[in-house]
């Protein structure tokens, strides 16, 4: 059974089978379509006859129902409220992955189980020393792309950054000989070493992923009565800024806390022993932890 509960509910669901197993019943009955059950959605039954049919009258073409034995529910109820404790010890971790989203659930099946889960953390880093590949990027509106109305294009790359500042303006100059409407925007991005940037619609760089060094959009300039780029610098090449750091995570669920290894423990490690990999540990605190997408 793969379930899913509202965390407000789980107590009042518990209890409802609990009473209901004591009254003789073996069975309940469930909706399978809604986003998560509450304990007004369940009706129990002593046999099996009478649950099925419950569940026959009342499925429709859109609302089916399905049910299982009330020793099933129960389990599935203690793997939901597991599951929140889980949840809950990953969300004070200053990791940038959200794990409330569906696509995350895997990993906190992972981490249920005791299994390590691959995450990442954001560390302030020198670009001098995490930059040594930059890309020309072109930005440009299209009438085609209905979801955003712009799309990336790489045009060069480069490990010298005067090599990329120069294929930079070559491109300027190339677009300024173009009707208005067939621009794009141009940004130098910094690539991190073993990380792939992630571009968002405006071409920039997400946090972590990579850095903006230079921005250039198109501009009418009316005193001159001319067009021509405007030229931004995001970022220096002094700057510190955040870079995305691959990490393992394990959770404790007795002592309600995590642990975050640089490399990938040994089994015998996630029960709690001492892991002399292990470079940052804490437990659930008041505080609000600020995660990034």
Same mark, same amino acid.
């Given at each position: ?115 390590? %889960? ?5 560390? &302030?880093?020198?670009?001098?020393? +995490?930059? #040594? @590949? $930059? ?76 850095? %903006? ?5 198109? &501009?009418?300039?009316?005193?001159? +009565?001319? #067009? @021509? $780029? ?64």
């Amino acid at each position: 059974m793969n379930l899913e509960f509202s965390n407000a509910d789980l107590k009042g669901i518990r209890d409802y089978l609990t009473e209901e197993q004591k009254a003789g019943s073996l069975f309940v009955a469930y909706p399978e379509e809604l986003p998560f059950i509450l304990k007004s959605d369940l009706a129990s039954f002593k046999s099996s006859y009478d649950v099925q049919e419950y569940c026959y009258e009342n499925s429709t073409d859109v609302d089916r129902f399905s049910y299982s034995t009330i020793r099933e529910m129960q389990g599935a109820v203690d793997r939901a409220e597991e599951r929140f404790e889980v949840q809950k010890i990953v969300e004070q971790a200053p990791i940038i992955e959200r794990f409330s989203t569906e696509e995350s659930r895997n990993a906190i099946d992972t981490l249920m189980y005791g299994e390590p %889960a691959k995450v990442h953390i954001q560390e &302030e880093v020198a670009i001098p020393d +995490k930059v #040594h @590949e $930059y890309m020309v990027v072109g930005n440009i509106h299209r009438g085609m792309e209905w979801e955003s109305g712009y799309s990336n294009y790489v045009n060069s790359k480069h490990t010298n950054y005067e090599d990329a500042v120069k294929s930079f303006h070559e491109q300027l100059d190339s677009d300024l000989t173009k009707h208005p409407s067939e621009r794009a925007n141009h940004l130098i991005v910094g690539k991190f070493d073993d990380l792939k940037p992630k571009l968002d619609p405006s071409g920039f760089p997400e946090s972590g992923t990579g850095v %903006a060094l230079k921005w250039a959009f198109p &501009e009418y300039n009316r005193e001159t +009565k001319t #067009h @021509e $780029y405007h030229i931004e610098n995001p970022t220096s090449l002094d700057d510190t800024v955040k870079m995305n750091v691959p990490r393992y995570m394990t959770v404790d669920k007795e002592n309600s806390s995590y642990q975050l290894h640089e490399n990938k423990p040994e089994r015998q490690l996630y029960a709690g022993q001492e892991n002399e990999q292990s470079v940052t540990s804490g437990k659930p605190n008041n505080r609000d932890v600020d995660l990034s997408r």
